[in-house]
């Protein structure tokens, strides 16, 4: 069964701190996204990936930041968290083509205070 | 100005109605794809449509595609309280196809 899991449901953390969030697919897949999702904004693309190291931009990349040093793994880092950094972070994964299947994990809701 | 408009928002209704949620853009795609998130999940893939007129069903939702590949409908007969959640449609980003453009979704709340 597919699988995709981010290292934590719920996280609290002060303005100034930096937070990792981290996302692994055992799917082997190509291509991970980070996505935040606010209420009447809907879902954003921060970051994608779609190779070991390589990454590209998304609609919101401002204050973010992203590692892939694996293929299974993709992580998401608040340089300098920020209240309006508050949301629910949502990882995903597919496999290059056309009309491929988005494979969500199952979020992080992040407070910032 | 979204490229997806999905319509209504919020939608409240009562066991056993029947209902359609509409994604409508004014642009041509190539595909469609339906996603339904539950409450504290992440979303999961319902449907892909790729022809015109296309009609697709799974159980108690039926999917339609436009002819036009513009639009798409979803129709639910006889809702339950488990169909519960959040509906979005998506597109593939014309510009590049490794990422998918959303629309805001229809918040469904199915009552007992």
């Known amino acids: 069964d597919v699988k995709v899991t981010q290292s934590s449901r719920y996280l609290v953390k002060r303005t100034g701190e930096k937070v990792f969030l981290e996302c692994v697919q055992d799917?082997?897949?190509?291509?991970m996204f980070w996505y935040r999702q606010d209420p009447g904004l809907g879902l954003r693309l921060i970051y994608f990936?779609?190779?070991?190291?390589?990454?590209e931009k998304g609609d919101i990349p401002e204050g973010y930041s992203v590692s892939r040093e694996k293929k299974e793994r993709f992580s998401l880092i608040l340089e300098s968290a920020s209240t309006n950094q508050t949301s629910m972070y949502l990882c995903?994964?597919?496999?290059?083509?056309?009309?491929?299947?988005?494979?969500f994990g199952p979020g992080t809701r992040l407070l910032v205070l | 100005t979204q490229l997806l408009e999905q319509s209504p928002q919020f939608l409240s209704i009562q066991e056993g109605e029947n209902l359609t949620v509409y994604c409508n853009s004014s642009s041509v795609f190539s595909s469609l794809q339906w996603y339904r998130q539950e409450p504290g999940e992440g979303p999961v893939l319902l449907v892909t449509?790729?022809?015109g007129g296309e009609v697709k069903k799974l159980k108690r939702l039926t999917f339609q595609f436009g002819d036009a590949r513009k639009d798409s409908s979803l129709h639910i007969t006889a809702a339950q309280p488990g169909d519960t959640g959040l509906y979005l449609c998506?597109?593939?980003?014309?510009?590049?196809?490794?990422?998918?453009?959303w629309g805001l979704g229809t918040s469904l709340a199915v009552n007992p």
């Open positions: 990936s779609y190779d070991v190291k390589m990454k």
């Open positions: 998506a597109v593939p980003n014309a510009g590049n196809n490794r990422k998918l453009i």
């Open positions: 449509v790729v022809t």
């Open positions: 799917m082997d897949h190509e291509n």
């Open positions: 995903a994964s597919t496999v290059s083509g056309m009309r491929k299947t988005q494979y």
